[in-house]
């Protein structure tokens, strides 16, 4: 259960991050808004997923999930670049987040 909560606490980082972008400097009212709720929901479940797991592969994955996802949000809906680097650095951040996920950290 608590590796849920990383995992969707990282899906509402994304989405901080997006909203963060959106807000262009916190100019305009509802993606600023949206950024504060993604952010609040996301640094609210990741403390209670902390409660039953180690502080450095639960920030790692939730770094990851959101780093990741921003990107590829950013790429499929925001006109960012596409590389074959991006994607290949983008897989192994995904890499890395399931191998932590799997090295077996909660309590």
Avoid: N
Avoid at 2 to 31: D, I, M
Avoid at 57 to 67: H, K, L, M, R, S
Wanted: aromatic share 10%.
């Amino acid at each position: 259960m608590a590796w849920l909560l990383v995992v969707v606490a990282g899906l509402l980082e994304t989405g901080f991050a997006v909203c963060l972008k959106l807000s262009h400097g916190f100019t305009r009212l509802w993606p600023t808004i949206a950024f504060c709720a993604f952010a609040l929901g996301s640094f609210g479940l990741l403390t209670l997923a902390l409660r039953k797991l180690d502080v450095g592969p639960a920030y790692a994955v939730w770094t990851g999930i959101g780093a990741a996802g921003t990107a590829i949000y950013g790429m499929v809906f925001l006109g960012d670049v596409v590389s074959t680097l991006k994607i290949v650095s983008i897989t192994l951040v995904i890499a890395g987040v399931i191998g932590l996920q799997l090295s077996g950290s909660a309590h």
